[in-house]
């Protein structure tokens, strides 16, 4: 099962970042990912390894809210790692 993972340029030193994993929740896909991309676990996840509250999780252009990385992907599935800036 192959499942595209996109990451925000904030995440990974300001590079955007396509990756194929393979993963059949968004938490098998993450940590396929960071097997590769290890640099970008400190900017996803909080001390207690829970997704940050300034980063969303789409799959296939929709939330993955609550569930985020319990929620399921099929193969040819795209996660987006988004990340909510602000500023004034």
């Known amino acids: ?4 993972v996109f990451v ?3 995440l990974n030193n300001g590079k955007e970042l396509e990756v194929e ?3 059949s929740t968004v938490g098998e896909c993450i940590r ?11 900017k996803l ?3 207690n390894k829970k997704i940050r509250g300034y980063i969303d999780i789409l ?7 609550p ?3 319990a929620h399921p ?8 790692l988004i990340v909510f800036l602000s500023g004034g």
């Open 1 to 4: 099962m192959s499942v595209k």
């Open 8 to 10: 925000h340029p904030f």
């Open 21 to 23: 994993v393979k993963g």
């Open 32 to 42: 396929e990912l960071l097997k590769v991309h290890p640099q970008i676990e400190e």
């Open 45 to 47: 996840f909080d001390k």
């Open 59 to 65: 799959v296939n252009s929709k939330s993955a809210f």
């Open 67 to 69: 569930k985020e990385l």
């Open 73 to 80: 992907v099929s193969d040819g599935d795209t996660i987006n």
